[in-house]
Every structure is written in structure tokens, then in C-alpha cells.
């Protein structure tokens, strides 16, 4: 009983408790459920966030691809257009170039002489004699164009440079004859030069100068007086009879004088041969472009009366001076015309300074001939004493020159310049004439004609090759119907062979070439007779039982590789075709034999041939089968001897052979032994590449062990090198009895 309202308290408690662990259990559940809703979100944000920020990313590079791409291309464009620029160019200095040199080649061929052209014509002396008459005339135009490039000639511009002393000469002022005629000029000069330009012309040494140039010359022209410069005027002073004298002293006076002509020098000279030096003189043509002038000095004034005991010096405001330095306005002096003469002589500095120009450097004098002076008066210009005296002040005389003065109404200026001067001069480019080539020779003419050599006819159709012996250049022509081939070649030896159908080939014969020849070359054929045909009987047998077998036969001429007959033997072994007599190979082959070559000379004959019973041991050498000097390499022109090999094998499956290399007895044994083996391994090989199992294949080395000829003859040694293969098995089968 106890035990049952246990159970029932149990259950009780149970049924109570289960709806309240129930609820806990949703409760958590629930918080869980927001826990995870949460965490989702904010990994969803996340993963959002994310996105954007690579979408951002990407944006970002992308722009910076678009930008980057956009700067390349606008360089390549740039590059692009640079280089198309430089293209355009590159274009017009090909096109200028191109349009000069057409029009040299115009002005050049507007003056050459025509060239004569090949006339078919003309016999080969006519054509002669027109060549050589072109010939003639090219010379003589050549002639004269070396003539005139070789012309010791040379045409300069240039510019010159000059310094030195000069003066204007002046003499004949006439000064009144009274208490003056004490005072004279004594001229002085100063420094002077130029600047020209001009055109010089050099002929073998001969000199030719011309040009314009600019000289200036400074003089000063000293007015002394004989009696120290002393002049005086007197004053009588009324009632009274005393008189007093005004003395005037110049220490010194002076009249500066400048003057600048513009000239054009006309000289003449020379070049010395082995010196290098030259020399010029001539003439100078120049005017006055600009002339001044002024009057300075120093003045000194006393008063002199023999009432006074001493004489009256530095009272000023009686205009008594002691040592006063004056200077009168510059005045305008007029220069005219002005013919000089000129000489120089120098040296050229060439040889001395490297630089392309010519330099020249001399010492020269000018001197005008010619009065200079184009004298005109001032107003009341009297001669300077003469206005000193009448006025109060003796500086106030109105003429500022000693030229513009009466007293240098019959005056004459000379101009003179003497010093150094330095000349650049620029050689111009020459015109130069070109020579002519030489025309082209017309081609020399030769004629072939081909005949019959038994009937002397013509034969046209002909096959005519041609060959030049030293360039191996080859022509072909065919004669034409009167058995004529004609054409220009040039000098020169010429193989010439004919061939036609139905004649024997012309020998070849040599033709020599001249210029200026039309030879004919008459070369004879022989017509080929008629082939006799007769009949080519041939039996095969078993070479061993001398039974007759059926075979395949292929008949070949021994002069090129063309098949002129190919059958199968009938049962009994016997072969017959009609054949021409003469030489041809017959290649037979048979199932379960060897195949074998035989070189027939078929003069109506019937031949026996043999073939051998394909069975172990039998040894047969590889023939035509060559190898490079002591290596293992085969040779290619091997190719058919390796390909007959093969075929044999691969044709009968069941056969295996033994190939066996031997060498002559040169050289030490050891060495023949491993050439032996190594050529015997080479042609294994090649058999192999060729589709032959490799385990029918054995291959092995004999040396020089088993000679077949005498090696002490170089006809033994070569038999002895050889490479042989014996049959080693049938793998039991019957090799004839299989078809």
C-alpha cells in the first residue's frame, strides 16, 4: 500500500513539475532564438559593410585602371603623332631631295650627249662606229667639264679691318701779307682706320679685290706763328700821342680736324707660289661723308706803352689773361671727292690657324692724290689773325677752322692712312660640271643555226642551251622554222648544246664573244636510226635445285632508273619482252627468296637467272651501303640499300638475321673492333626506325678478323669494309611455301 501512494506522490510530482521545465525550457530556447537573430543581424551588417567597403575598392582601382589607361593612351597618341610628324618630315626632306636630284639629273641630261641605241639593222662595224662616235663626243664634254672643276680658281667674300696712323695733308692756306704773314700750319696725325667689306676673286695667283669700305682719319693742324706765336695791335690814344700796344700770344693753337670717306677699293695683286704671302695695289674711289672741326689753344695778353715802365699783364677786366686754355665750337668741315692709291703686302695665316675661313694679314698705305677739300667759306670768315685783330676779344673770330676760312680759298687736303690690317675671307661654293658616263656598248650579236647533218636542212625546234662559262648563267631558245636562233650576249666564251627529238644530243662546243662581232655558229645533228627490236628471253631457278620458279621481274636501263618492263614470270619461270639491245639491270624477287639485282647486257640473248632459298645460315653482304670516313654514321645516299633491307624483312615476318660489321686491318685492333660493332649497331637501328622488330635483329662486330681480300692493297681494304647479314632462322616455317 505504501509502496502504491509512493508511485502515485512520484507522479503527481511529475505531471506538476514537467509544464514548469517545459516553460523554462522555451524560455531559454526563446533567448537563445533572439541571441542567434541578433548575432545574425549584426553579421549580416558585417558582411554588408564589407561588401561596400571592397565595392568602394574596386571602384577606386578601377578608376585608377580607366585613369591610368587613359594617360597611356594619350601618349601613345602623342608618341603616335610624334612620330607621324617626324614621318611627314622625313617625306618632304626625301621629296625636296628627290625633286633636286631630278633636277640635276635634268640640267645633266638636257646637256648630255644621246646615247646610241642597239638597231638590229646595222651591221656590227656600223654599230661600231656609232658607239665610238657617242664615245667621242662624252669625252670631249667630259673634257671640258674636268677642265673647268680642275680651273685653279677660287671666289671669296669676305670683310677686312684696319688701323693705324693717319692724316689729313694740308697745305696752301695763304694768310694776308701784312704783320701776319708769320703764321703757318704744321699738321699732325692721329690714329685713323676702316671697315670694309668686299669680293675677292683668286685666278692660279692672280688677286682681284673689289668692295666698299668706311675709313675715318684724325689730323690736327698747328697754327704757328714764326715769331713764337706773338702778334700785337696797336691803340693810339687821342690827344695824346701815346700809343699802346695789345700783344696776344697762342701756346699753343690748334685746329683739329676729323674727316670719314666712304671708298671702293679696285686692287689687283698676287699670291707668291711657295711663300705664303701676297701683295695688292690699286686704287681707291671715295667721297666725303662727314668732315668736323674745331679751334683750341691758349691765349696770353699783355699791354705794352713805353709811358709805363712795365707792361700791364692779368688785369681782367681789362681782358689781360695769362695762359687761358679755350676751345671753340666743333664746325662742319666738307670733304669731296677722294682717289687713293693703295698698297699692301702680307702674309696668310692659313696654314697656322685651323679654321675654315682664309686669313689675312698686312700692312698697307693709302694716299689721296686727289685735293679732298670741298671748300666753303663761313660768314666773314676772315684768315684767323686778321679776325683775331679786328675784334675786341680775340676769341670772338667766326670761324671755328682754319678750312672755312679765306685764307683756305687754294688749300689742299690729301688724306693718307698707313698701318695694319687683318682680312677674313669666305670661299663660296663652286659650280661644278659633271661628267658623263659612258653609254652601254650594244650587246655583241650571235646567231646559231642547226642542220641536218646527212639531208644540210634546216631543223627548227631545236632545244639550243647556251652558257656563259665564267657566270654559269644559262639561256634556252628554240631555232624557228629556218633553223635559226639569234640574240645579243655579252662578250664573253659560251658552252652551246643542242638537243632535238629523234636526233643524237650536238656535242657541246665553245663559242667565243667579241664586242662589236655578229657571228653565226652552224652546229650539225645526227638523226638517231631506228631502234632494232628483238626479243629478251630470261629463265629463273632455284639456285640451288636448278628448278624453274616463279618470280617477279623489273627491268631497268642502266643509264636512268625508268621501269621499261615489269611482270610476273609464268610458272615454268620463263620471261620474254621485245628490248632494243644494250645494258639494263633486272631486279627479281621471289616468295621465300632473296631478291637479287642483275646487270644484263642484252645483245639477243637468253639469260639464266638464280635466286637463293630464303634459310638459316645464308650470308649475304649489304652492297651500296657507305659510311662516313671511321664514324657510324650512314651516309644518305645509303637510302636505297637500307630500304631494300627493309622491305625484305618486313615482306617476310618470319625471318631473323644477324647483322655483322667488318673493317679493314688500318689502324690498332681494338679500335676496328669498336667501329665493327658500332656500324653493325647503326644499320639495327636504322632497321628499326623502319618498322622491323627490334628482337629479329642481332648485330655484332668482327673487326678486321675475317678479311675477304688483301689489305695491303687500297681495292682489298675496300672489300674488306663491309657490312654483312646472315639468316639466323625461319621460325620453322618453310619460306617457299608461303604465298
Same mark, same amino acid.
Given at each position: 500500500?505504501?509502496?502504491?501512494?509512493?508511485?502515485?506522490?512520484?507522479?503527481?510530482?511529475?505531471?506538476?513539475?514537467?509544464?514548469?521545465?517545459?516553460?523554462?525550457?522555451?524560455?531559454?530556447?526563446?533567448?537563445?532564438?533572439?541571441?542567434?537573430? =541578433?548575432?545574425?543581424?549584426?553579421?549580416?551588417?558585417?558582411?554588408?559593410?564589407?561588401?561596400?567597403?571592397?565595392?568602394?575598392?574596386?571602384?577606386?582601382?578601377?578608376?585608377?585602371?580607366?585613369?591610368?589607361?587613359?594617360?597611356?593612351?594619350?601618349?601613345?597618341?602623342?608618341?603616335?603623332?610624334?612620330?607621324?610628324?617626324?614621318?611627314?618630315?622625313?617625306?618632304?626632306?626625301?621629296?625636296?631631295?628627290?625633286? %633636286?636630284?631630278?633636277?640635276?639629273?635634268?640640267?645633266?641630261?638636257?646637256?648630255?650627249?644621246?646615247?646610241?641605241?642597239?638597231?638590229?639593222?646595222?651591221?656590227?662595224?656600223?654599230?661600231?662606229?656609232?658607239?665610238?662616235?657617242?664615245?667621242?663626243?662624252?669625252?670631249?664634254?667630259?673634257?671640258?667639264?674636268?677642265?673647268? &672643276?680642275?680651273?685653279?680658281?677660287?671666289?671669296?667674300?669676305?670683310?677686312?679691318?684696319?688701323?693705324? @696712323?693717319?692724316?689729313?695733308?694740308?697745305?696752301?692756306?695763304?694768310?694776308? =701779307?701784312?704783320?701776319?704773314?708769320?703764321?703757318?700750319?704744321?699738321?699732325?696725325?692721329?690714329?685713323?682706320?676702316?671697315?670694309?667689306?668686299? *669680293?675677292?676673286?683668286?685666278?692660279?695667283?692672280?688677286?682681284?679685290?673689289?668692295?666698299?669700305?668706311?675709313?675715318?682719319?684724325?689730323?690736327?693742324?698747328?697754327?704757328?706763328?714764326?715769331?713764337?706765336?706773338?702778334?700785337?695791335?696797336?691803340?693810339?690814344?687821342?690827344?695824346?700821342?701815346?700809343?699802346?700796344?695789345?700783344?696776344?700770344?697762342?701756346?699753343?693753337?690748334?685746329?683739329?680736324?676729323?674727316?670719314?670717306?666712304?671708298?671702293?677699293?679696285?686692287?689687283?695683286?698676287?699670291?707668291?707660289?711657295?711663300?705664303?704671302?701676297?701683295?695688292?695695289?690699286?686704287?681707291?674711289?671715295?667721297?666725303?661723308?662727314?668732315?668736323?672741326?674745331?679751334?683750341?689753344?691758349?691765349?696770353?695778353?699783355?699791354?705794352?706803352?713805353?709811358?709805363?715802365?712795365?707792361?700791364?699783364?692779368?688785369?681782367?677786366?681789362?681782358?689781360? !689773361?695769362?695762359?687761358?686754355?679755350?676751345?671753340?665750337?666743333?664746325?662742319?668741315?666738307?670733304?669731296?671727292?677722294?682717289?687713293?692709291?693703295?698698297?699692301?703686302?702680307?702674309?696668310?695665316?692659313?696654314?697656322?690657324?685651323?679654321?675654315?675661313?682664309?686669313?689675312?694679314?698686312?700692312?698697307?698705305? /693709302?694716299?689721296?692724290?686727289? &685735293?679732298?677739300?670741298?671748300?666753303?667759306?663761313?660768314?666773314?670768315?676772315?684768315?684767323?689773325?686778321?679776325?683775331?685783330?679786328?675784334?675786341?676779344?680775340?676769341?670772338?673770330?667766326?670761324?671755328?677752322?682754319?678750312?672755312?676760312?679765306?685764307?683756305?680759298?687754294?688749300?689742299?687736303?690729301?688724306?693718307?692712312?698707313?698701318?695694319?690690317?687683318?682680312? !677674313?675671307?669666305?670661299?663660296?661654293?663652286?659650280?661644278?660640271? *659633271?661628267?658623263?658616263?659612258?653609254?652601254?656598248?650594244?650587246?655583241?650579236?650571235?646567231?646559231?643555226?642547226?642542220?641536218?647533218?646527212?639531208?644540210?636542212?634546216?631543223?627548227?625546234?631545236?632545244?639550243?642551251?647556251?652558257?656563259?662559262?665564267?657566270?654559269?648563267?644559262?639561256?634556252?631558245?628554240?631555232?624557228?622554222?629556218?633553223?635559226?636562233?639569234?640574240?645579243?650576249?655579252?662578250?664573253?666564251?659560251?658552252?652551246?648544246?643542242?638537243?632535238?627529238?629523234?636526233? @643524237?644530243?650536238?656535242?657541246?662546243?665553245?663559242?667565243?664573244?667579241?664586242?662589236?662581232?655578229?657571228?653565226?655558229?652552224?652546229?650539225?645533228?645526227?638523226?638517231?636510226?631506228?631502234?632494232?627490236?628483238?626479243?629478251?628471253?630470261?629463265?629463273?631457278?632455284?639456285?640451288?635445285?636448278?628448278?624453274?620458279?616463279?618470280?617477279?621481274?623489273?627491268?631497268?636501263?642502266?643509264?636512268?632508273?625508268? !621501269?621499261?618492263?615489269?611482270?610476273?614470270?609464268?610458272? /615454268?619461270?620463263?620471261?620474254?619482252?621485245?628490248?632494243?639491245?644494250?645494258?639494263?639491270?633486272?631486279?627479281?624477287?621471289?616468295?621465300?627468296?632473296?631478291?637479287?639485282?642483275?646487270?644484263?647486257?642484252?645483245?639477243?640473248?637468253?639469260?639464266?637467272?638464280?635466286? %637463293?632459298?630464303?634459310?638459316?645460315?645464308?650470308?649475304?653482304?649489304? $652492297?651500296?651501303?657507305?659510311?662516313?670516313?671511321?664514324?657510324? @654514321?650512314?651516309?644518305? %645516299?645509303?637510302?636505297?640499300?637500307?630500304?631494300?633491307?627493309?622491305?625484305?624483312?618486313?615482306? &617476310?615476318?618470319?625471318?631473323?638475321?644477324?647483322?655483322?660489321?667488318?673493317? /679493314?686491318?688500318?689502324?690498332?685492333?681494338?679500335?676496328?673492333?669498336?667501329?665493327?660493332?658500332?656500324?653493325?649497331?647503326?644499320?639495327?637501328?636504322?632497321?628499326?626506325?623502319?618498322?622491323?622488330?627490334? $628482337?629479329?635483329?642481332?648485330?655484332?662486330?668482327?673487326?678486321?678478323?675475317?678479311?675477304?681480300?688483301? &689489305?695491303?692493297?687500297?681495292?682489298?681494304?675496300?672489300?674488306?669494309?663491309?657490312?654483312?647479314?646472315?639468316?639466323?632462322?625461319?621460325?620453322?616455317?618453310?619460306?617457299?611455301? !608461303?604465298?
Amino acid at each position: 500500500m505504501k509502496r502504491i501512494i509512493s508511485i502515485l506522490l512520484i507522479a503527481m510530482g511529475m505531471a506538476t513539475v514537467a509544464p514548469m521545465v517545459s516553460l523554462v525550457d522555451n524560455g531559454v530556447a526563446a533567448v537563445y532564438a533572439v541571441d542567434a537573430r =541578433a548575432k545574425a543581424k549584426a553579421q549580416r551588417e558585417k558582411e554588408r559593410a564589407k561588401q561596400a567597403k571592397e565595392r568602394e575598392k574596386a571602384k577606386a582601382k578601377a578608376a585608377k585602371e580607366r585613369e591610368k589607361a587613359a594617360a597611356k593612351k594619350k601618349k601613345e597618341q602623342a608618341k603616335a603623332a610624334a612620330q607621324k610628324q617626324k614621318e611627314r618630315e622625313k617625306a618632304k626632306a626625301r621629296q625636296a631631295k628627290a625633286q %633636286q636630284a631630278k633636277s640635276n639629273a635634268k640640267q645633266t641630261a638636257s646637256a648630255k650627249p644621246a646615247a646610241p641605241k642597239a638597231n638590229p639593222n646595222l651591221t656590227a662595224a656600223e654599230e661600231k662606229e656609232q658607239y665610238m662616235a657617242a664615245v667621242a663626243a662624252i669625252d670631249k664634254d667630259n673634257a671640258k667639264a674636268i677642265a673647268y &672643276n680642275e680651273r685653279d680658281i677660287a671666289h671669296r667674300l669676305g670683310f677686312w679691318g684696319q688701323i693705324g @696712323y693717319s692724316n689729313l695733308f694740308t697745305s696752301g692756306i695763304a694768310y694776308d =701779307a701784312d704783320a701776319r704773314t708769320g703764321f703757318q700750319n704744321k699738321d699732325k696725325g692721329y690714329v685713323g682706320g676702316g671697315l670694309g667689306l668686299g *669680293y675677292q676673286l683668286r685666278y692660279k695667283q692672280m688677286l682681284m679685290t673689289v668692295g666698299a669700305e668706311f675709313n675715318f682719319y684724325n689730323s690736327v693742324m698747328g697754327i704757328v706763328n714764326t715769331d713764337e706765336g706773338m702778334f700785337n695791335r696797336s691803340y693810339g690814344m687821342q690827344p695824346y700821342a701815346a700809343t699802346m700796344t695789345y700783344n696776344y700770344s697762342f701756346s699753343p693753337l690748334k685746329d683739329k680736324l676729323i674727316g670719314g670717306f666712304v671708298q671702293v677699293p679696285v686692287l689687283f695683286g698676287m699670291e707668291l707660289k711657295n711663300l705664303p704671302l701676297f701683295w695688292q695695289a690699286g686704287l681707291k674711289v671715295g667721297m666725303g661723308v662727314m668732315g668736323m672741326s674745331s679751334v683750341s689753344g691758349t691765349l696770353t695778353t699783355s699791354i705794352e706803352d713805353k709811358e709805363l715802365i712795365g707792361g700791364l699783364t692779368d688785369m681782367y677786366n681789362h681782358s689781360l !689773361v695769362t695762359d687761358q686754355d679755350f676751345e671753340r665750337e666743333t664746325t662742319n668741315v666738307k670733304f669731296g671727292l677722294n682717289l687713293a692709291a693703295h698698297a699692301e703686302v702680307g702674309v696668310n695665316l692659313d696654314q697656322w690657324i685651323n679654321a675654315s675661313p682664309r686669313v689675312r694679314a698686312s700692312l698697307f698705305v /693709302d694716299y689721296g692724290f686727289l &685735293n679732298s677739300l670741298n671748300y666753303t667759306p663761313a660768314n666773314g670768315a676772315q684768315d684767323i689773325p686778321t679776325q683775331m685783330l679786328v675784334e675786341a676779344n680775340p676769341l670772338n673770330f667766326p670761324a671755328n677752322s682754319a678750312l672755312a676760312t679765306t685764307s683756305a680759298a687754294t688749300a689742299k687736303v690729301n688724306p693718307f692712312l698707313v698701318g695694319a690690317k687683318l682680312a !677674313v675671307w669666305f670661299d663660296l661654293p663652286r659650280q661644278k660640271k *659633271y661628267t658623263h658616263d659612258y653609254p652601254k656598248a650594244p650587246t655583241p650579236r650571235m646567231g646559231v643555226f642547226m642542220y641536218d647533218e646527212n639531208t644540210a636542212l634546216a631543223l627548227g625546234g631545236v632545244a639550243v642551251e647556251i652558257t656563259n662559262t665564267e657566270t654559269g648563267k644559262t639561256m634556252q631558245k628554240n631555232t624557228n622554222r629556218q633553223g635559226l636562233l639569234q640574240g645579243r650576249f655579252a662578250a664573253g666564251t659560251y658552252r652551246v648544246s643542242a638537243t632535238k627529238n629523234g636526233y @643524237y644530243p650536238s656535242d657541246t662546243v665553245l663559242q667565243t664573244v667579241e664586242e662589236f662581232t655578229f657571228d653565226t655558229l652552224r652546229l650539225a645533228m645526227e638523226r638517231i636510226p631506228a631502234p632494232i627490236i628483238y626479243t629478251l628471253c630470261m629463265n629463273v631457278y632455284d639456285a640451288e635445285t636448278k628448278e624453274p620458279i616463279e618470280a617477279a621481274v623489273r627491268l631497268t636501263s642502266t643509264k636512268d632508273s625508268v !621501269v621499261l618492263y615489269a611482270a610476273q614470270s609464268s610458272d /615454268d619461270g620463263f620471261i620474254e619482252t621485245p628490248l632494243t639491245e644494250g645494258d639494263y639491270i633486272a631486279h627479281l624477287s621471289g616468295q621465300g627468296y632473296m631478291s637479287k639485282d642483275d646487270t644484263l647486257h642484252f645483245v639477243r640473248d637468253t639469260f639464266d637467272l638464280y635466286l %637463293q632459298h630464303i634459310k638459316p645460315g645464308i650470308k649475304v653482304k649489304i $652492297e651500296n651501303l657507305f659510311f662516313a670516313t671511321n664514324k657510324t @654514321y650512314i651516309l644518305p %645516299q645509303s637510302e636505297q640499300a637500307m630500304s631494300d633491307l627493309a622491305n625484305f624483312l618486313l615482306e &617476310n615476318r618470319t625471318v631473323t638475321i644477324r647483322i655483322t660489321g667488318h673493317t /679493314d686491318a688500318v689502324g690498332t685492333d681494338e679500335a676496328n673492333q669498336i667501329l665493327s660493332e658500332g656500324r653493325a649497331n647503326a644499320v639495327r637501328a636504322d632497321l628499326i626506325k623502319r618498322g622491323v622488330e627490334a $628482337e629479329r635483329l642481332e648485330a655484332e662486330g668482327k673487326g678486321e678478323k675475317e678479311p675477304v681480300a688483301d &689489305n695491303d692493297t687500297e681495292e682489298g681494304r675496300q672489300l674488306n669494309r663491309r657490312v654483312e647479314f646472315t639468316i639466323t632462322g625461319t621460325a620453322g616455317e618453310d619460306i617457299e611455301q !608461303v604465298f
